[in-house]
């Protein structure tokens, strides 16, 4: 009971101290920020783990790891690449539709090597 | 007559104060420094330990997830557990409002069961804790002394040596640990997980941890901003042997979310809380538990402010090397120096925050520009994510040196790719290329040099590889 009380207390005391300075809930995300879209994040990728899942803002992939082409959705259970790569996998109808058409981040200029 | 003669008895009265005492543990008063000064004004005398109720949990090798209770008062619990003399000894102490067997502590323990062979003690002074935090702040000395009579009889009765014991102790935890580290003679380490401030900063050495409380006391600040207007619990004083401030000690990153994305942790919402109330201060204890199974992962750069830290003015490593912070700062233990150090770094804003930190030097070629420069290392362990390094006027020929915190050791360095942007239509289509990139690991000396003759357009990958043996002479 005190442990809860305390608790409030300090909570609070952050609540009010929070209340001059409030921090967006809308655009201008930073990583790990909660989001419903990616055009809210800084880093332009809200990335959520399953359908129904908590969504966040999160960096984009980068070389050589798992990610996602762009969509309309906005939302992704991979991010997108950063620049100068391309999304490399294979594309159904049924990965459009369902957003996981997966592939590896790619060095877009890697057949001139 | 009568009056005159009472006086002098009120007075003795008034100076000497109140005291207790507890069998075993000495005498505790609310006198100076302990209360009625500037820092402590409140005069509070601690509990005694029926009421605290000090637990010592032993966590071992053999029993990992079941602890076994040590008692003070019948060392037969100690023989009879799996408490092993020829290993080392680290308790874990907990701070204000919390608890033994809250996640955090047990999970120190298991960590450390990956790495080495280990009694590990964690010490649940909850009841003492969860209360007003004057009286906790107070309840500090009963549960050091305890801690340190625990110690004594591991050192009397199992001939142990002190020096195999280490303590770490967060936030009021870490001053339970001086407590215990000034009774207990030859103590071998104390590692103070962000010392709270409140009551403590600024008081003489006997109220709270310092340097001379262990033969080596290692201290992590993630807190250290002021309690009035910051809320910052932890101390910005600098009590240990090494001081350790990860992204300068006050703000931590992935900290700043707003409160419905803290609150709404990935850990749970319990976790969550804790982070919404006092997400730097608790960040210590999380990079300490990193540390564990992250050898190399912590390297603390000595410098004089994380200004310079952050302006590249300690970049690398000095030629004995760089401490790691949390459980492997030991190493450097033989290094300490009459003076206090204060070691910098940087760290991830999420789990996985150990980093490695690099500086890269670009010799631009082509065209000038004005936009933003970034790189990525490819080596015989992974690569990194594409890293600012520079953002204004694009010169050829121009020189531009700039550090970042990697979230991998790459290894050895096969590569580097080059990418300018920037946010202009450029109709011209101009190209930007890098002569040469030397890139440097923060714990060598060693310099590694990629060149390439070529130009790109912006948003288009440049690969550099290393130099011919002829560039580098």
């Known amino acids: ?113 | 007559m009568l009056i005159l003669w009472t006086i002098p008895l009120f007075l003795l009265g008034a100076a000497q104060g109140k005291e207790v005492c507890y069998d075993n543990l000495g005498c505790f008063s609310d006198a100076e420094p302990w209360a009625g000064t500037a820092i402590r004004p409140l005069k509070l005398l601690p509990w005694s330990p029926e009421k605290i109720n000090t637990r010592f949990l032993l966590y071992t090798n053999e029993n990992p997830t079941a602890f076994q209770t040590l008692q003070l008062s019948d060392p037969s619990t100690i023989e009879a557990s799996n408490f092993q003399v020829a290993r080392k000894t680290r308790f874990i102490i907990h701070g204000f409002i919390d608890k033994g067997e809250e996640n955090w502590v047990v999970d120190m323990c298991k960590n450390m069961f990956q790495v080495e062979e280990v009694n590990c003690i964690c010490v649940d002074w909850k009841r003492g804790s969860q209360t007003t935090y004057t009286q906790a702040a107070n309840n500090v000395r009963v549960v050091g002394a305890q801690v340190a009579q625990m110690i004594d009889i591991l050192v009397r009765n199992f001939n142990y040596s002190a020096s195999k014991v280490h303590l770490i102790g967060h936030s009021l935890g870490a001053h339970v640990a001086g407590e215990a580290g000034s009774r207990t003679p030859g103590l071998g380490r104390i590692t103070g997980l962000d010392p709270v401030e409140a009551n403590f900063e600024g008081t003489p050495e006997e109220v709270r941890l310092d340097p001379s409380d262990a033969d080596f006391v290692d201290v992590i600040h993630t807190d250290a901003a002021p309690l009035i207007p910051f809320l910052g619990f932890g101390t910005n004083q600098m009590v240990g042997h090494f001081d350790f401030f990860p992204n300068g000690g006050q703000y931590m990153p992935g900290c700043k979310k707003n409160a419905l994305s803290q609150i709404v942790d990935i850990d749970g919402i319990w976790s969550g809380t804790r982070d919404f109330v006092a997400c730097n201060h608790l960040r210590s204890y999380k990079y300490y538990l990193e540390s564990i199974l992250n050898p190399d992962g912590f390297a603390a750069y000595p410098c004089a402010s994380y200004r310079d830290f952050e302006s590249n003015k300690c970049f690398p490593c000095p030629d004995q090397g760089c401490p790691q912070m949390g459980h492997y700062a030991d190493k450097f233990a033989n290094n300490t120096s009459v003076e206090p150090q204060k070691f910098f770094l940087n760290t991830g804003e999420a789990k996985n925050f150990a980093r490695w930190r690099y500086r890269v030097s670009l010799t631009f070629s082509g065209r000038t520009v004005t936009g933003q420069v970034k790189v990525s290392l490819f080596g015989s362990n992974g690569n990194t994510r594409q890293c600012d390094i520079f953002r204004g006027i694009i010169k050829p020929g121009a020189t531009h040196s700039n550090e970042f915190d990697a979230k991998l050791d790459v290894g050895t360095i096969e590569k580097v790719k080059f990418l300018w942007n920037n946010h202009v239509v450029n109709p011209s289509f101009p190209k930007v290329g890098a002569a040469k990139i030397t890139v440097q690991k923060g714990e060598e000396r060693t310099e590694h040099n990629f060149c390439s003759e070529e130009t790109v357009r912006e948003d288009i990958l440049l690969t550099l590889l290393p130099c011919k043996t002829s560039d580098t002479m």
């Open chain 1, 1 to 113: 009971m005190e442990k809860v009380l305390v608790l409030l207390l300090v909570s609070l005391l952050a609540v009010a101290y929070a209340a001059p300075g409030p921090r967006g809930l809308i655009i201008n995300l930073e990583d790990g920020e909660i989001c419903l879209n990616s055009m809210q994040c800084k880093s332009r990728c809200c990335q959520h783990d399953t359908i129904l899942g908590i969504a966040r803002c999160t960096h984009k992939a980068m070389e050589n790891s798992e990610c996602s082409p762009k969509t309309l959705y906005g939302i992704y259970y991979r991010c997108p690449c950063e620049r100068g790569l391309t999304c490399e996998g294979d594309r159904s109808i049924i990965g459009a539709i369902t957003n996981t058409n997966y592939g590896i981040c790619l060095d877009s200029r890697r057949s001139k090597q």
